[in-house]
């Protein structure tokens, strides 16, 4: 069970930071991602982490977003910085590629 936290309403320009806790280990999973998905649209990946460390950014968010795993913690979050509207989704994390069931997302909201 993975569980998003950490969305809201923002204004543009501002930040947050999104947070993953997963229920069971995660330490064995090679990739780790965020995933967002607005109104109409298909879930995209926007960025991940092996579990060496070599990050995947998506060129919409580079320079914006960061993505970071804790292994022992079981978490994986995601800190993004310098938001703009066209970043409005639900926001999701899960494997890359993804297996795990997802969760319930968190709502991110950036006005403009």
């Known amino acids: 069970q993975l569980q998003a936290s950490g969305g809201g309403l923002v204004q543009a320009g501002g930040s947050l930071r999104l947070s993953c806790a997963a229920s069971?280990?995660?330490?064995?999973?090679?990739?780790m991602g965020w995933y967002r998905q607005a109104p109409g649209t298909q879930r995209e990946l926007v960025a991940s982490?092996?579990?060496?460390?070599?990050?995947y950014i998506a060129d919409s968010v580079k320079g914006r977003f960061t993505i970071t795993r804790d292994t022992a913690r079981n978490t994986v979050s995601l800190q993004m910085n310098n938001l703009k509207p066209e970043d409005t989704s639900v926001y999701y994390c899960?494997?890359?590629?993804?297996?795990?069931?997802w969760g319930q997302g968190t709502q991110v909201t950036v006005s403009s």
């Open positions: 069971g280990s995660i330490s064995s999973i090679r990739t």
């Open positions: 899960n494997s890359v590629p993804a297996f795990l069931n």
């Open positions: 982490v092996t579990l060496p460390g070599t990050l």
